[in-house]
Every structure is written in structure tokens, then in C-alpha cells.
């Protein structure tokens, strides 16, 4: 079995951590860094799992590293372990958006595996999407690793080149928040429909959870499963009206190349 080294205790690394519990992965397999205690402790109490301020340490007898500090944190964590530890067989697992493979494996040292990986936080329910790209000195030993770790939580989309990791940040590793941020509109606007704030939260969560599953269960287009919705001079055909005249699909497709540009902006940075 695996030991896997887990940087930085906060949300990502939180609900990769819960997928892979959840999922019959030993606690005592995984480790947890993270300087102040109090996400450490949290963690470690609420799944059994080890813990330790040192990332170093954390590392050190771990065969996978996931990287899950902020972007800007990557390369100094990286240097740290480096400076401290042998890390000539670790493979590393960096989920940060806009820190590139080549500002990695400077800051780790050369020739060194990484995988640049792109979850999103339904991995704490077995319902992730990850994106992930593999270094050339990640070996098939590493990689079947990695992505068994990362099946546990959810599906796993191996990318061919670096920069579509970008393009999945703009589907599927922001996406959770593009279906909150419609949710909380509805619900807001049910509450002044006159529901009480726990009526409009079921009730919206209700409805999505549906529309997803019929997604999922029904092997026909996502299009047709509106138009099922969508009586001909109806109420629906009238909301959905208002959504294309204020601009919905563009509004979209802007959010998500907002996403991309922002992401190869901090890559450059
Ligand atoms: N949230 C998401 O949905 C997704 C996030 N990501 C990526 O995951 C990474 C983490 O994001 P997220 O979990 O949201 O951020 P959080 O701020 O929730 O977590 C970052 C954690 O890193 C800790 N930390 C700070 N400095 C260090 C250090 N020197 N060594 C070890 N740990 C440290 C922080 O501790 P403290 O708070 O105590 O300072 C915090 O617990 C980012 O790179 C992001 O791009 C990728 C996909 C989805
Ligand atoms: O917002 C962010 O930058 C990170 C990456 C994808 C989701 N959260």
C-alpha cells in the first residue's frame, strides 16, 4: 500500500482526504502537513489520519506527495522538501492551478515526477473529476499509483498536453462553484417567493440534484432533456427566454476563458 504525504490542510486536500476514507483507503497510510494546527487537527481527528507541522517530515516517508497549498506557496513547499529530504522515488502530486510543470520540478529539483493534477472538491463524496498530466519521468509504477488514489475519488481524465489542465480548472475545478452560485440565486429568489431560507435550500438542492442524475441516467442529449421540461408557450419557455435574452450561453463561455486567462496569468506571474 501506498503512504501518502498530503501539503497543506484545507479544502482541496480536505476532500481528496475524505474521498479516499470514505473509500476504504487506511487512514495510517496518510499523513498530513500543514504549520498551524488548527485544519491539521481537524483533519487528522475527524478521519484517523496522521499529522505533523513539518512538511518535511510529512513527506519524508511518503511515496506520493500531494502538493495542496495555495498556488503561490508550490515552489517555496517544494524547495523545502527538496532541501531536507531524498525525494529521488517520490512522486509528487501538485493540485494547484496556474503553477506550471516546469516551476515544479525547478523548484524540486531536476528530473523529478510530477503530476499536475486538477480535482475539485465532490471528491470528498466519490463524485470528483480530476485532470491530470504526467511529467515524462513519472514511471507506469508511479502513474497507476496516482490514479488509482485519484479513482477513489471520483473519475480520472489523463490529459495529453500541460495546458489543458487550464481548460479542465474552467469545466470541472471551478465548475462546483458555477452550479452553487445559480443555486444560491434560485434559493434567494425562492425566499422572496416567500419560502422559509430551509424550504428554498431543499428545494433547490432537490431540483439539482434531479436534473444532474437525469443527466446521468438518461443516455440522450442534455438539450432534449430541457426541451422535455419546456412546454411549448409555457412558464419554462418564458424563464428560459429571459436567460437567453440576458445573455446566459455567452455569459458562460465568458466565466469559463475568465477562468483560463486567469489561470495562465498566475502562471506567469
Ligand atoms: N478549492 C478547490 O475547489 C480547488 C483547489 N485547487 C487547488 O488546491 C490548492 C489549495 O486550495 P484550497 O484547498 O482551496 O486552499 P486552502 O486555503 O483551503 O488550503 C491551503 C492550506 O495550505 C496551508 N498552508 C499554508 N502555508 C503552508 C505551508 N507552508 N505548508 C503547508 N501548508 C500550508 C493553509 O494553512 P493555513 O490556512 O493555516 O494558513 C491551508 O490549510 C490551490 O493550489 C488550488 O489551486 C484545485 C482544485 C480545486
Ligand atoms: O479558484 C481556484 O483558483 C481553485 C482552482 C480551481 C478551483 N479552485
Redesign the pocket.
Known amino acids: 500500500m501506498n503512504k501518502i504525504a498530503f501539503?497543506?490542510?484545507?479544502?482541496?486536500?480536505?476532500?481528496i482526504i475524505a474521498g479516499l476514507v470514505n473509500n476504504d483507503v487506511e487512514p495510517s497510510n496518510i499523513t498530513v502537513?500543514?504549520?498551524?494546527a488548527?485544519?491539521r487537527e481537524a483533519l487528522a481527528n475527524e478521519y484517523g489520519i496522521n499529522q505533523t507541522s513539518s512538511?518535511s517530515q510529512a513527506a519524508e516517508h511518503a511515496d506520493i506527495v500531494v502538493l495542496?497549498?495555495?498556488?503561490h506557496?508550490?515552489t517555496?513547499?517544494c524547495q523545502e522538501i527538496a532541501e531536507v529530504i531524498e525525494i529521488e522515488h517520490k512522486c509528487f502530486i501538485s493540485?494547484?492551478?496556474?503553477?506550471t510543470m516546469t516551476q515544479i520540478q525547478a523548484a524540486l529539483g531536476e528530473n523529478k515526477s510530477v503530476i499536475r493534477a486538477?480535482?475539485?472538491?465532490p471528491s470528498q463524496l466519490g463524485l470528483g473529476v480530476t485532470g491530470a498530466f504526467a511529467s515524462e519521468q513519472v514511471t507506469d509504477e508511479q502513474r497507476v499509483a496516482a490514479d488509482r488514489l485519484m479513482k477513489a475519488t471520483g473519475i480520472v481524465k489523463w490529459l495529453a498536453q500541460e495546458s489543458d489542465i487550464d481548460h479542465i480548472?474552467a469545466v470541472s475545478?471551478s465548475g462546483?462553484a458555477y452550479f452553487f452560485l445559480f443555486m444560491e440565486a434560485m434559493a434567494s429568489e425562492a425566499e422572496r417567493l416567500g419560502f422559509t431560507s430551509a424550504e428554498a435550500r431543499t428545494l433547490v438542492q432537490q431540483t439539482a440534484l434531479g436534473a444532474a442524475q437525469m443527466v446521468v441516467e438518461n443516455d440522450i442529449a442534455i438539450g432534449q432533456l430541457r426541451e422535455n421540461v419546456t412546454s411549448k408557450g409555457g412558464t419554462t419557455q418564458a424563464a428560459l427566454n429571459a436567460f437567453t435574452e440576458g445573455g446566459l450561453p455567452e455569459l458562460v463561455s465568458g466565466a469559463m476563458q475568465a477562468a483560463i486567462a486567469r489561470a495562465k496569468e498566475m502562471a506567469a506571474k
Request: glycine share 14%; no cysteine; net charge positive.
Open positions: 501539503i497543506g490542510a484545507g479544502n482541496m486536500n480536505r476532500a502537513s500543514n504549520p498551524s488548527p485544519k512538511n495542496g497549498v495555495k498556488p506557496l508550490i517555496t513547499v493540485v494547484a492551478a496556474g503553477t486538477m480535482p475539485n472538491t480548472i475545478g462546483p
